[in-house]
């Protein structure tokens, strides 16, 4: 009996942008599944792409797709993959000395939801972030939901993730990294100056950024609601304040 994906030690990929973001960026590939007769939008220049690096590509009825992807959107693409590597602090500092930019640093604060932790690094790609640092408890790993989620941009973010977060927001204070944290009661988030080394910090779905945590912010951030609901989801207030720290650093 074949083993499953998770008892190969690999992992789905799906969807084509994930997929091909995946391949562009040279991702091992194992093999690639995908909807029998199927050769609309990007499927063939996907297809082709992997082609030329060896990949083993099979053609297999679209219920075998949904079956395997939990009946998630594959859009006809499905890769296997091994899994992806965590990245280390030191990768993220390199990153921005790369850029010749002082270090701009998302910090997860217990983000459960898949889709919210892949929407966030592609965000953060998208934002000029240096990398994300989350935590082994009470958080999203790097699923193929995440990296789906992510329209690939996990393939180009480090992700560092860390048995203690608190001692990790130390060690970004001791690297001189201004720690902000995204909460209640704080300066108005488009008041903050973010000038300088940055790590921000949004917390989980339901609670926020839990009270160690924020106690070891240098400030806090909010935003102000003027509507019905006194929240946002943690994925789009993190998309909010990271374009504000990008808009900052490209006019400052």
């Not at 091909?20 to 609309?40: F, N």
């Not at 010749?100 to 217990?110: K, L, N, V, Y």
């Not at 988030?189 to 106690?215: C, T």
């Amino acid at each position: 009996m074949e083993k499953t994906p998770d008892e190969r030690g690999n992992e789905l990929i799906i969807g084509r942008n994930a997929v091909l973001e995946a391949v562009r960026s040279g991702r091992t590939i194992d093999t690639l599944m995908v909807a029998k007769g199927d050769r609309s939008g990007s499927i063939g220049k996907i297809i082709g792409m992997c082609r030329e690096n060896g990949v083993v590509v099979k053609e297999v009825n679209p219920k075998k797709l949904d079956f395997m992807c939990g009946h998630s959107n594959h859009q006809g693409v499905v890769a296997f993959a091994a899994a992806h590597e965590y990245a280390e602090l030191e990768d993220i500092f390199s990153a921005a000395e790369q850029k010749g930019e002082p270090p701009f640093i998302i910090i997860c604060d217990e983000i459960e939801d898949p889709h919210n932790l892949g929407a966030i690094i592609r965000s953060a790609d998208a934002a000029g972030a240096h990398g994300v640092i989350v935590p082994k408890r009470r958080c999203s790993s790097l699923t193929y939901t995440v990296g789906k989620a992510s329209a690939g941009a996990v393939e180009y973010v480090p992700v560092v993730r860390v048995s203690n977060l608190s001692a990790a927001i130390d060690e970004l204070k001791a690297r001189n990294v201004w720690i902000y944290a995204a909460d209640m009661d704080g300066k108005t988030w488009y008041e903050q100056d973010f000038s300088g080394a940055v790590g921000l910090v949004i917390g989980s779905e339901g609670n926020g950024v839990g009270r160690l945590i924020k106690e070891k912010c240098d400030f806090v951030v909010s935003m102000p609601m003027k509507g019905h609901i006194n929240s946002l989801n943690a994925s789009v207030a993190a998309g909010i304040l990271m374009f504000e720290v990008s808009r900052q650093r490209s006019t400052g």
